[in-house]
């Protein structure tokens, strides 16, 4: 059979770079969907675990008040998911026009876009996102008069500085947890140690400073040198977490969304055009 001289010249296809996403495991799949979009092998190795607030707690009795309130504030995805979870558990029987009715007393304010398509899934309306998808920002341009309730709901592990500053603009403030983090699950120790005998990773896609702890835990766990992986975060306040571990951060999305952060790993992987002499 006469070679065909091209064979000789072609090269191999180029694999895609592999990219670690560390989201939690029921959130990833959005992240992990746009990172292969934009060319990437992402593996999902979850290094936190979020665990919804169970009930009997100051969420239940939030949601139980939910029209008391001038505004609900959420600042995550996971917050919308536990207020939702909360008031099926206390609106018995539990109908989305009749909680629909009840919250229409109050406005809510999402911190930024998932947030709010996480509210608008379960049939809110969302009537104020700050400029910039962090706490100062909803704290300073929320529409709140002295007097006003407001129900905040978010992670065991986020500050108290959102309640503080809207509690010295004069609102009467109950901040309440939604649900907890669990930092480096046991279940994904196996995940890291297969991801790592697979090929080589590119790079480790960071979406909180939780991730980057638990990732860290979980190198320790399975003596895996986790930091000499070069990383992409989706905020400043997370790349500052990461550098802080000692992690390089290749990139920091542009906005803290799962398209813009898969976008910016790809732009740091993207191989650099060599000129031609």
Do not use: H
């Amino acid at each position: 059979m006469t070679e065909n001289p091209t064979d000789r010249n072609a090269r191999p296809p180029t694999l895609p770079p592999r990219v670690l996403a560390t989201r939690a495991d029921k959130q990833a799949g959005e992240l992990v969907s746009e990172l292969l979009g934009a060319g990437l092998d992402a593996i999902a190795v979850p290094t936190i675990a979020v665990e919804l607030e169970p009930g009997g707690g100051a969420l239940d009795a939030g949601a139980r008040a939910l029209g008391s309130y001038a505004w609900v504030v959420i600042t995550s995805a996971n917050g919308a998911r536990a207020l939702l979870a909360a008031a099926e558990r206390v609106l018995r029987p539990f109908e989305g026009s009749r909680f629909a009715a009840i919250a229409s007393a109050t406005r809510f304010a999402a911190i930024g876009s998932a947030t709010r398509r996480a509210l608008e899934v379960g049939g809110l309306e969302v009537d104020f996102q700050p400029s910039q998808s962090n706490a100062d920002a909803l704290a300073a341009e929320l529409d709140v008069s002295p007097a006003d309730r407001v129900l905040i709901v978010r992670g065991d592990l986020a500050d108290q500085g959102l309640a503080a500053r809207l509690r010295a603009r004069g609102a009467e403030v109950d901040d309440v947890i939604g649900y907890r983090t669990r930092e480096a699950p046991q279940a994904s120790r196996g995940l890291l140690r297969q991801a790592m005998s697979d090929g080589p990773i590119a790079a480790v896609v960071f979406t909180s400073g939780s991730t980057v702890r638990g990732l860290v835990a979980l190198g320790r766990d399975e003596s895996i040198d986790v930091l000499s992986l070069p990383c992409v975060c989706i905020g400043p306040e997370t790349a500052n977490e990461a550098g802080r571990a000692g992690f390089r951060v290749m990139a920091i999305s542009p906005a803290p969304d799962s398209a813009a952060l898969a976008a910016a790993t790809a732009k740091a992987l993207a191989p650099v055009p060599r000129e031609i002499s």
